[in-house]
């Protein structure tokens, strides 16, 4: 895999490359921006009015959360991991890795660790894990997630498949839960669930394009899209870009972790574009 400095928007990235494949990741949270493949297509969305100045939380590509999901916690919105500046710790093997440390006694969040990013890219996949090792002296709770925000063409085409069964929570309906989903999820107005207990992968499709997605590692999966009415209240999107991406989530947010001294945590998620109208889920 080659590895190279770049910018975009002027934002220090490193550009992966290997097989006509091609990642891009900002070193402002380790964030994946653009993951390309060999057939030219773009996988990820990142808004057009995304801030890529250091400044935020950046809109679009694979945010990472930790140590905190939404606002389920005394920290701000998603934690704090995706708001900081990560550190390249080298490559092999086609893998490329990011760390980012925190010290016992912070203000913030007063735990030691050590986070990384493993981001493995070949011409056929695109895998991502997350790593969290406690540092400290005491144990510590988090929720995690990769919050990856897929590129559709048309959202009214795009459905999400192999949810069938599952037990979710709707943040969109005051934390409602249900019981037995159906296999296909379309998205029609606001869409903001945590899906419990996902053992099985799930399919993308979005017209003739199809993404196969799995995790291991992660409990939950989230899946949200903001619709056009709070799509609106949202200043970093521009108008219409709802409709240009579904968040497919790998998380742990319904049990978070407990991590003791010493111990580390690993989650992956992974992503496999399929030929045009393959099953796969």
Known sequence: MEIRQTHLRGAPCLLLSTGGASALVALHGAQLLSWQTPDGRERLFLGERARLDGS?????GVPVIFPQFGARGALCRHGFARLRPWRFAGSSDGTARFEL????????WPHAFLARLHVTLTPQRLAIALEVVNTGSSAFSFSAALHGYLRVDDLDA???HGLAGL?????ADSGAV?????????????????YADL???LLLRDGIHALRIGQ???ADAVVWNPGAALAARIDDLAEGEYRRFVCVEAAQVLRPVSLEP???WRATQWFEPLPGGADGA
């Open 199 to 201: 053992t099985g992968t």
């Open 158 to 160: 795009a459905s999400l």
């Open 56 to 60: 935020g939380a950046i809109r679009g």
């Open 167 to 171: 037990r979710w929570e709707d943040s």
């Open 101 to 108: 440390e925190g010290e016992a006694g912070s203000a913030q």
């Open 262 to 264: 010493d111990a580390c």
């Open 216 to 218: 291991q590692g992660f």
């Open 178 to 194: 249900y019981a037995g989903s159906t296999d296909a999820l379309r998205f029609s107005g606001e869409v903001d669930r945590i």
